[in-house]
Structures are given as structure tokens and as C-alpha cells.
């Protein structure tokens, strides 16, 4: 029974009460929250009313009828605290009797008394009433910031347990986070919430926990990631499920060692704990994503395929990415007799059926004469764990379930990429490969490669060019044998002296000591001044030339290959003042191969024999002085090995978009943003460049597979197909022969 305490403000009651032992009481629960509280003389089997008399209803108002030992109900009502003296009718019990009572808010109202608000509650009343403070209370009167209120809820879980067991943190994810280790009481659901209550604040934990198998005696382990704010002395962790409730006290080792440490020692053998412990530490800090990268790496899981023999199911992974996107999982089965009924990725206790977004395709294991025909697969799973080894269920149709584990998988994104780039094989790729499966993923990937290159080290060899006209922007990567030539050239020619900044930006930031090296004596051999843009990783193409464009200085950029070498001095001239036409965005010069053949006079768009669009060249190994290639005039695009740009129209549509893999299709796709913006694209014949094509492109193995050039051609078609239909229906002087 709530028996009030010493000075506790009694209401003044107005009315009958019927066969009433005991009146309502009023309680402060915070400086602007009151509660009425009132033990009926017997069993209520509705929530009651609590209205005013006169005026306004209470709003908001909660409400919470709890059953006591004795049979009786506890009935309590919470609602703000009035400005003024304020009248209210209690209703419960027998039909039309009610309460009537006034609450003056100006004397003095005593905070709850946990003891007597517990006392007599039967068990499944107190979690009631513990979980709609927590809860829903704190919700509607915006009480979790309360301290006073934080109070009442620590008190309430103390008195609930006087000695309770002890969570204890058992591994460090970061410096703000670790693992906990707790159990749970034989018999019971799983919890449905977990709390964090200290004397000063509560929290609620927004993770679920993972959860053990029961051990001998019917005890279950959990564990759960915690911050530091977790760390406060006397911290209580309650857990609470349907009609039952768990306190458990925090402990907070001071020499709380790393993730894969704990792992090692404690010779964990459940690899859903460990998934649980990945997936926590992945969600943290970059230091919590580290530990998760070392666990997996220091403390990999066995790798299992299926081996069936000749006439049973076999399988293996081969390929299982985490990206944003879903996980791109790849392999092969075997199922001479059609025993498999599907496969799964086991995420958690989840099985998701790789079925959606699967790609099939035929293939072969083994080798010489032990060659067997298999089903090749790639499939984007929607599930988002950042796993190096998730785990996989292959079903067979009597219902028996065969893991699978892949090796191990890259950490690092660009062999992440290059992994993702061996998924399918290019002979079967097929646009529906790359929209449902292959696309989303690479996409994913590449998103974040370019999110973590970091910034460039920039180094000028020699005193920089105050004002130049043009910024020369030249990417390196790897293959520099074209280097002495080119700046040779550029030294050789008075209008780059005079008009020019050369700037390089090495993308094989592995080579920056020789290359810097070498530019510096090139320097001392030239007289030629040049700024070395040193990226802190290989990026690609795009990146590099839009790092590169960032660190120009003039009024034009003019973005050139590595490997394109000027016929002869003066070729900048006539592009630049191709350029002084306002309605033109975007010009390119002749090309030609080392044999002097046309390379390119311009850039059209065709479809290939499976109906995609390409990127083709006008007059491509037609004589040099082919007269159709002769003809400035008007392009639907130029080549990136030499393109000149405006420096405000570069910037204004963003430069080299950098989601194309590896290298292809910036250079249109850059081209088309040009026209866009309602400007021309124009081809300069007067100037000539030497392009040894691909030279430097050939070091990259993903790339000669075709995989990334067959990507990054379906990117640029689902971006630009309709203005490339728009532009190849028209009729450009000088089409391809």
C-alpha cells in the first residue's frame, strides 16, 4: 500500500470516496511533472479516468494500472504540473463514483518515494511500471535530460535487484567503446530493450545484443557494444523482456586489451559472436574499423566449400565484398542431380537468399583433364555487414544446410575493386549484370575508394609562374618513358614558355622520390619550371586530372596524356584561340600514332554488335593527311589525351566525373557535361600531338580483362544515352569513313 510519507501534501478530497482505506497522493516527479497515485480499495480491471473538473483536459496525460499482491490495484497518472490550483475527478471502480480532487501547485509536493512505490507490486507490475518510466513517460514529458527523474529510475532499479550480477567489459574497440559480456536468466525470451541507468542520466541502448546458445544450466552469454559514457561509477545495465526484468551491474576494467586479443585467449569458436563483434566495432570509430579489420585478418576463420563427389552438390565462395550497396558474393555450384534448393547469406541469425540480384553463368573447376562443368555465379546480396568472411548456407532439398566460408577478402578498396572487377567474366556481362549485380557494387566501391585517397603533397622544382594563360595538367602513372620527351618538347616551344604552367601529378605515389628525382635535373637540363602533384595513392585518371586541374593557376586548363608528345612547337596556339569563342566549351587537337596515322580527329558515339554505345574516332588510321581530318569544325566530342577547357567552365561542371573504374569514358562523359551547359565541342587540325594510346593504361591487368571498360561504357550510356541518340541523328561533316 502507498502509505503517505511525513509531510507529504495530502489533496484536499472532495466527495465520496467509495469504501476508500487510503486517499490519492500527489508526487513531484521532476520540477514540472506531477504524478497522483492511489491504492483502490480493490481489484480495477480498467486503466481509470483522471479529468478535470472544470476547464482544459490534461494533456498530456499517462496513465498505468498495476496490480498488488493483495489483489488490489495501484492506480498512478502523470501529468504537468499546473500553473494554477487545479480540480480533477479520479473515476475508477463502481460505475459513476469518482474522486474529487485539488491540487495546489504552489505548496510543496514531495518527490516519489521509490520503497512505497514498489511495495505490494507483484513481480509483473514492477517491470510495468520500471518500463513505462523509461519508456513511454520519459518520452511524453521529455523527461530523459531529467536528473531528478534519473534519479527515480535508478533508485527503482536498485531497490528492483539488491545484489545484482555483474556485465563486464572484456575487450577495448576503441577508445571510447568496448565489448560486454553479460548473462541472461535461464528460460527467459530474449530482451526487447536494454537500458543504461546511472544517479544521473539513462539511456537507452540501441543495439540489439548477440546472443548464446544456452549452456548446461539453461544460461545464456550476450554481448553488447558500450561507449565511455557508459563508464560512470555504479552504472546499471537493465534488460527487460515480456513480463520480465534484469539489472545488472557495469564493470569497467581499467586494462581492457584489444578485440583480437580477447578473441585469441578466450578461444571463441562461434563465428556469429564474431560476426557480432566485427559488426559493432564496424559501425565505431576509424580505430573501432581498424580493430575490426585486425580481428579478421590476425584471427581469420577456416575457409569451407562443399565437396560432394561425383553425384552429390559441391560449392565454394570465392568472392564475398562488403559494400554500401549490399555484398557482392560470387562462386560456383555444382548439382549434377538437382539437389540444391538455394543459397543463403547468413547474416546474423538471418538467412538471406541469394536470388534477387544473382547473375548465372557457365564455367569450369579444376584442371587439365579434371576439368568439370559448373553454374558461375555473382549476386548482390541486400545486407550490410563489413565482413572479410561472411558465412553462407547452401540448401539442399532434404533440408540439410552445408556452411560455407570464403577466404579471406580484401581490406584494402582498390583490391577490392579489382576483386569486384573479376566477378563476372566479360563474355557474360549483360546490362542486367551490371544494373542488378555488378554495377551497384562497383559503384559502391569506388564511391568510397575516391572518398579515401586524401590530399596530394604538392611540390614546385623551380620558381612557379606568376600568371599563366594555360595550366598544363599531365597525370603520371607508372610508365615515365615518355617524360624526357614531352617536357623536351614543352621547353622547346617559346608559347609554352612564355604562356604556360606545367603541372604532373603522379599517380603511383610509390615513385614520387625518382620522379622528383628526375624532374629536378630535367629542370637544370631546361631552364623549365614544373609543379609535381604527388597523390597520396593511385585514385585513377579522373582523380588525378581534377587534383591536378584544383592546383592550376590559369585561365585554361589544358588536361594532356602522359604519352602525347607535340609534332612540333606551336600547337597550344590555335586551341587556345579556338577557346576565345564564348559559344565553344571544349576543343581537341589531331592525334596521331607513332607511324603518323590518325589516331583521332574527333570523338562520335556508334553502337557495338551487343547494342551498347562506344566511344569511337574519327578517321582512326587514315593518313595523316587524310583531307576529311583536315577540317576544323564541330565534334560531339574530343579525346581527354588532349582536351583545353576554360578554367571556370572546368569547375562549373565539376571537372573528369570520378566514378568511372580504372580510366575510360571521362573524357566524353566530360564532353557531354560541356554540351550540357548549351556549349560547343570543336576539333583543332592546325594542332598535332603524337598519342602512343594505352601505353601507360596496358600495366593495369583489370583493365585489359575488359571488365572495367565494359562498366564504365554502361555508366556512361545509362547517364548520356539519349543525348548520344540526339547527337549521332544529326549529320557532322567529316563522319567516320
Known sequence: MLEPARDVFTPIVIGPVPDAADGPQVFALSGGVLMLAWDAPSRVWNSGRLETSSGAPLAPLGALRLLREDGRTRLLFAFRRPDAALSLSLFAGAVGRS???????????????????????????????????????ASIFRLRGNRAYARLIYGLARATSAQPAVMRAVARLDGETALVEGGLPAGVAPPTALHCISPNRFSRLPAAPRIGAPDG???????????????????????????????????????????????????????????????????????????????????????????????????????????????????????????????DLIDGETLVPLTEARHDFSGQVGQGDETVPVTGFAALAPAHMDLLQPRFALRVKSGERHMLVPAPQPADLSEKRSRALKAIPPQFLTDTALARCLGPALAAIQHDFVAQVGSPRVIAIGERVAAPEVSIVVPLYRVLDFLRFQIGAFAADPAIRDRAEIIYVLDSPEQADGVEHLLRGLHILYDLSVVLVVMPRNAGFAVASNAGAREARGRVIAQVNSDVIPVASGWLSPLVAALADDSIGAVGPKLLFDDGSLQHAGMYFARGVRGQWLNHHYHKGMPRDYAPANV?????????????????LYEAVGGFTEDYVIG????????????????????????????????????????????????????HAQRWSDTMSSLMAETWTGDAA
Not at 637 to 648: E, K, Q, S
Open 632 to 648: 576544323a569544325r564541330a565534334v560531339p566530342a574530343v579525346t581527354g589525351a588532349c582536351v583545353l577547357m576554360r578554367r571556370a
Open 99 to 137: 474522486v474529487e480532487v485539488r491540487v495546489e501547485p504552489t505548496r510543496e509536493i514531495p518527490a516519489v518515494d521509490v520503497e512505497t512505490l514498489l511495495a505490494g507490486l507483484v513481480p509483473v507490475a514492477r517491470v510495468s511500471l520500471i518500463t513505462t518510466l523509461l519508456e513511454t513517460w
Open 664 to 715: 575510360d569514358y571521362e573524357d566524353s562523359d566530360l564532353c557531354l557535361k560541356v554540351r550540357a551547359k548549351g556549349l560547343a565541342v570543336r576539333y583543332v587540325p592546325e594542332a598535332e600531338l603524337y598519342h602512343l594510346e594505352r601505353r601507360s593504361m596496358r600495366v593495369s591487368p583489370d583493365h585489359g580483362r575488359g571488365t572495367a571498360s565494359a562498366y564504365n561504357a554502361w555508366l
Open 217 to 343: 544450466r539453461g544460461q545464456r552469454r550476450f554481448y553488447l557494444a558500450l561507449g565511455n559514457a557508459e563508464q560512470e561509477p555504479e552504472t546499471l545495465v537493465l534488460l527487460s523482456g515480456s513480463g520480465w526484468l534484469a539489472v545488472r551491474r557495469l564493470e569497467w576494467p581499467a586494462d581492457l586489451g584489444s578485440l583480437a586479443r580477447w578473441w585469441r585467449a578466450n578461444g571463441k569458436a562461434d563465428p556469429a559472436l564474431r560476426e557480432y563483434a566485427v559488426a559493432v566495432a564496424a559501425q565505431g570509430s576509424e580505430a573501432a574499423r581498424a580493430a575490426a579489420v585486425e580481428l579478421q585478418l590476425q584471427a581469420p576463420l577456416p575457409a569451407r566449400a562443399l565437396s560432394g563427389g561425383p553425384h552429390l552438390p559441391s560449392a565454394e565462395i570465392d568472392l564475398a565484398l562488403a559494400t554500401s550497396a549490399g555484398l557482392l558474393a560470387g562462386g560456383w555450384v555444382r548439382d549434377p542431380l538437382g539437389l540444391v534448393a538455394g543459397l
